[in-house]
Structures are given as C-alpha cells and as structure tokens.
T-cell receptor, first 115, second 112 residues
C-alpha cells in the first residue's frame, strides 16, 4: 500500500507556457499533499502544503500565483507552473499522507525542462 | 523543527552491514524519526520510522538511544542496489502541517 503516482514523468515546454503536474494517491486517501522541488545535487525543498478542500499553504519565497496548487479530492493534487521560465527547470516531487502527522509517501517525481 | 546532522558520504562493500548515524540534539518530545532512501531522479522512498528503542522491518533496523538525540539506520548485508542517498528527518507526528526539513542526506556507495 501507500503508492503515489505522478504524471507526466518528464516534460519539456517552451518558455512562457504553463505546465500541469498531477499527483495521485492510488491506494489510500490523502488528506494532505506536499509539493517539493529538487535541483541537481541538492536536497528537497518544500514548496507548499495542501489539504483537501482548502487553499494551499506556500513556503516563504514560493510565488502562489506562479505555482498553482489544487487539491480537489482525497486522491488528486495538481501543481501548475504558469508562464514557465528556464529557471523553473527542476525535479518536482509530490508526497501524500493519510492525515495530519502521518507518514509521507512520495511520488516518482516529474522532470521539467523549460526551453 | 529539529535539525539533523548526517555524514555526507559513506562507502561500503557488498554483503556488509552499514550503519548510518544521524544526530538530532534538539529533538522534541512529540518528534518522530523517519528515514528515506532516494535514487537519482526518483522520489524518496520511506524506509523506517521510530520514536524510541529499536524498530525493525523487512529492509532495515532503526536504533534510538534513550535520550533520542541520535539515531542509527542499520542496513544488513547491503547490495549494489542499495547505493543511494539516505535522509534522516525529524518532525512532530501531530499537527496540520507536518513539514519535513530535508538536509543533504548521506550518499552511500556500495562497491563490489
């Protein structure tokens, strides 16, 4: 149990376009989902936390209008990178937990390359 | 949130037992200790979680002394496929935003 999927696994887009990444908990209901970004040879950086049915809580320095997060159901959260720029190129990873304080289970990640 | 300190890298050989120690001197009473494994270009994979004493599952053991200021992840008989980065995280088990603060982890290289 505790399987989390992400789609797409990798995406290449042109600068200025928007990209949507989906995160799904396949075999459990995820009250809370997290979105992380990881640059090469660096650690994971938390971008935002989302609870089902409510607005996401963004970490300091993360633009909420640029990184739109929707957590409309207990099994799906989406991250939309709007007006992407080359500096947004990174590895985006989501995690999901059954509830407050529960263990986080991670998706396989999405590699974004903005040209 | 408690800060953790781990060795940056470790080397081992196939078949050996590997112990990775993590320091978390300011761990709080309601903090749990969780270890994750990450391969390149993949999301972290949950390994084990504990609060005190010893926890064992099918892949690893976690040893936590009484003062809980450190913890040791033990991987028995490692193989080449255990080459990865291992992260130690400390966070409260309760709360609406159970943030995990990630350090650089320990890069384990298993040699033939």
């Amino acid at each position: 149990g505790a399987v989390v999927s992400q789609h797409p696994s990798r995406v290449i887009c042109k600068s200025g376009t928007s990209v949507k990444i989906e995160c799904r908990s396949l075999d459990f209901q995820a009250t809370t989902m997290f979105w992380y970004r990881q640059f090469p040879k660096q650690s994971l950086m938390l971008m935002a936390t989302s609870n089902e049915g409510s607005k996401a809580t963004y970490e300091q320095g993360v633009e909420k209008d640029k990184f739109l997060i929707n957590h409309a159901s207990l099994t799906l959260s989406t991250l939309t990178v709007t007006s992407a720029h080359p500096e947004d190129s990174s590895f985006y990873i989501c995690s999901a937990s059954r509830g407050a304080g529960e263990t986080q289970y991670f998706g396989p990640g999405t590699r974004l390359l903005v040209l | 949130l408690a800060k953790t300190t781990q060795p940056i890298s470790m080397d081992s050989y196939e078949g050996q037992e590997v112990n990775i120690t993590c320091s978390h001197n300011n761990i709080a009473t309601n903090d749990y200790i969780t270890w994750y494994q990450q391969f390149p270009s993949q999301g972290p994979r949950f390994i084990i979680q504990g609060y005190k004493t010893k926890v064992t599952n099918e892949v690893a053991s976690l040893f936590i002394p009484a003062d809980r200021k450190s913890s040791t992840l033990s991987l028995p008989r490692v193989s080449l496929s255990d080459t990865a980065v291992y992260y130690c995280l400390v966070a409260p088990i309760a709360g609406n935003n159970r943030k995990l603060i990630w350090g650089l982890g320990t890069s384990l290289a298993v040699n033939p």
